[in-house]
């Protein structure tokens, strides 16, 4: 047993990258039952699924500490921290502790795409070429998502504009876009400040983005003599040393 979790999670074979994009399907579901929840008023399915959720992710977070070479380092990394943040949220309800705030954690999950697209990029000759792109379209969806869970925690008990998880996303894009229809609204100093909040980390995160959409994609290979990594996709030595590159033909990994 403990052979074939350490393949899964720590090894390089066809059933470890399986596993892998199982739990992004996972994660993927987990997101869509916290949307879908915020339209119910509530009740005993709602707090089964939280918990068979919390079940999941736990046997997940345990098995990979089992595993884990240095416990400590995994336990405190930012996505296992999130993950401990996301149980507690979800087995909640078992306890008997009204900590519904903490369902905002439960995108923290989210943080585990980092470590996917690291995978899809030995995978995928695509995310090879396209790591920047995908790497700031990553970055604006998790705060996105994070923001939106924010916003509904906050505001779908007093704000009546708010009352499912999708106006809040719609409140969310619309105010880190800066097109501002102004039929949804935020009231109040602490919540005004959570939407210039929204506005000046998101459009920084949303222009990054458009940036590399029409930006030439960076050559991503280590300079032999000094160590540098990205390069002009047409480079044939380091812009910083002069060294030959002696890139493979065609590949921008």
Known sequence: MLDLLNELYNGDTRRAHWFGYAMMVFDAGMIAFIVGSSFAAGGWFIEFGDVVLGVVVAADVTARLVVSRNRWREMLHPTGVADLIVIVSLLAPVIGQNLAFL???RTLRLFRSYRLVARLRRDLPFFRR???LIQAAVNLLVFMFVMTAIVYETQHHHNPQIGNYIDALYFTVTTLTTTGFGDV???GP???LLS???MIFGVSLFIR???LMFRPPKLHWRCPE???VRHEPDALHC???GAALNVPHGDLA
């Open 185 to 187: 609204i935020l009231s």
């Open 103 to 105: 369902r905002v954690a």
């Open 190 to 192: 602490g919540d005004r």
């Open 239 to 241: 812009k910083h040393c």
């Open 196 to 198: 210039v909040l929204i």
């Open 209 to 211: 983005l458009i940036q």
């Open 130 to 132: 396209h790591q920047d």
């Open 226 to 228: 000094c160590g540098l």
